[in-house]
C-alpha cells in the first residue's frame, strides 16, 4: 500500500469517471446514430480503466497483470478512443472507419507485445509501487505509445482549434469557442503527464490525469447546454457559409 497521498488521486478520477461515462452512456442511448458519442463513452471507460489500475496498484502494490492493463489501457490507448470520436465529427465515414481499422490493428499489436514482453521485476519502481513502462524488458515496445499518442494529439487538440476557429466569428458560438479551447487544454494535460512517467515521475500523470477529466467534462455539460436557439442559429450559419464557400468555385 502505498504511503503517498497523491497516489490515491487516481481513485477520485476513477468515480469521477465512472459518473461521466454513464452521463455520456445515456446521452449515445439518446442519439444512437451518432458515433462519436460511442466513441467518446468508450473512451472515458478507457480512461477509467487507466485510473482504475492506478487506483489498485495505490492499495495493492506493484502487480504484473495490473501493470501490464494500466500500459494497454493508458501508455497505448489513453485519449486515442475519445480523439476516435472526434475523428467521426470531422471526417466522412468511410475515412473513419478505415482510420478505426488501422488504430485497432495498431493497438492490438502493442497490446500482444505488452502481454508477451518480460518484465524486470528487479527495477527501482517496482520495489516503490510506482508504474512505469522502464520495466519492459522489450524496450522497443515503448516506441508505440507516441506514435498512438501523436494521433490522439492531432485529432483532439487539432480537432478542436479547428472547431475553435470555424467558430470564432459566428454571432453567439462564443462558449463553443470557448468549450473547444479547454477541450485542448484538458486533453494535452494526460499527455502531459504521460510524458512525466517516461522519466519516472508517475505521479504527475495522477494529477493532470483528474484535471484533463474535470475539464473535459465541465466543456461537455457547457456544450450540452449550449444547444439553445442561439447555438442552433450559430452552427446553421456556418453551414450556410460552408455551402456558400462549396458552391463558389462551381458557379465559377
Do not use: C
Amino acid at each position: 500500500m502505498s504511503s503517498s497521498l497523491v497516489h490515491y488521486v487516481p481513485i477520485l478520477t476513477t468515480l469521477v469517471g465512472l459518473v461521466f461515462a454513464r452521463t455520456l452512456y445515456q446521452h449515445w442511448r439518446r442519439k444512437p446514430g451518432a458515433t462519436y458519442l460511442l466513441w467518446w463513452f468508450l473512451g472515458v471507460l478507457t480512461y477509467v480503466a487507466g485510473t482504475l489500475t492506478e487506483s489498485v496498484t495505490a492499495f495493492i502494490g506493484w502487480h504484473p497483470a495490473v501493470f501490464r492493463t494500466w500500459y494497454i489501457t493508458g501508455a497505448l490507448l489513453g485519449a486515442a478512443p475519445l480523439a476516435q470520436g472526434s475523428v467521426y465529427l470531422l471526417l466522412s465515414r468511410r475515412v473513419a472507419h478505415t482510420l478505426t481499422v488501422l488504430l485497432l490493428t495498431a493497438v492490438a499489436v502493442a497490446g500482444t507485445f505488452v502481454v508477451l514482453s518480460p518484465l524486470d521485476t528487479t527495477h527501482a519502481s517496482v520495489a516503490a509501487g510506482r508504474l512505469t513502462g522502464q520495466v519492459l524488458e522489450w524496450t522497443w515496445v515503448r516506441r508505440f505509445s507516441p506514435f498512438l499518442n501523436l494521433y490522439a494529439f492531432i485529432f483532439l487538440v487539432g480537432g478542436a482549434a479547428w472547431s475553435a476557429w470555424k467558430y470564432r466569428k459566428v454571432e453567439g458560438a462564443g462558449p463553443r469557442v470557448g468549450g473547444n479551447v479547454l477541450i485542448a487544454v484538458g486533453t494535452l494535460l494526460p499527455g502531459i503527464g504521460g510524458m512525466a512517467t517516461r522519466y519516472g515521475y508517475t505521479e504527475v500523470l495522477f494529477v493532470t490525469e483528474l484535471i484533463g477529466l474535470v475539464l473535459v467534462w465541465i466543456v461537455y455539460r457547457l456544450m450540452v447546454s449550449a444547444s439553445a436557439p442561439s447555438l442552433h442559429a450559430a452552427q446553421r450559419a456556418v453551414a450556410g457559409r460552408s455551402a456558400a464557400g462549396s458552391a463558389e468555385p462551381a458557379a465559377a
